[in-house]
């Protein structure tokens, strides 16, 4: 069984940057898509970025392209998220995801991202 855990976040002034890390554990990654996901209080969780197996695809969510980078170490089973230019409405908490071809999809317990002067 996979387990995923997060960690990067923090408080950060607007225009700065984070790298958010998420860490696979009890499986290899390489045989799952990953997904970071963010959800602000009162706000649907919303896919911000995904990476293919094999790391050939990436996407983004339209208010992060440019910004956020998403990228993958299977060497290591990690998974990264570059956040630059950080804006106040980036303040979420960010969720790593795994989805493999087939199976149930597994979650990360999150990690607080705080954009704030």
């Known amino acids: 069984q996979l387990q995923l855990v997060e960690s990067g976040g923090g408080l950060v002034q607007p225009g700065g940057s984070l790298r958010l890390s998420c860490l696979a554990s009890?499986?290899?990654?390489?045989?799952?898509?990953i997904g970071w996901f963010r959800q602000a209080p009162g706000k649907e969780r919303e896919k911000v970025a995904s990476?293919?197996?094999?790391?050939?695809?990436?996407s983004y969510v339209d208010s992060v392209k440019g910004r956020f980078t998403i990228s993958r170490e299977d060497d290591k089973n990690m998974v990264y998220l570059q956040m630059n230019d950080l804006k106040p409405e980036d303040s979420a908490v960010y969720y790593c995801?795994?989805?493999?071809?087939?199976?149930?999809?597994?979650w990360g317990r999150g990690t607080q991202v705080t954009v704030s002067s």
């Open positions: 009890g499986s290899t990654s390489e045989y799952y898509t």
């Open positions: 995801h795994a989805q493999a071809v087939r199976g149930n999809p597994y």
């Open positions: 990476i293919s197996i094999g790391g050939q695809s990436t």
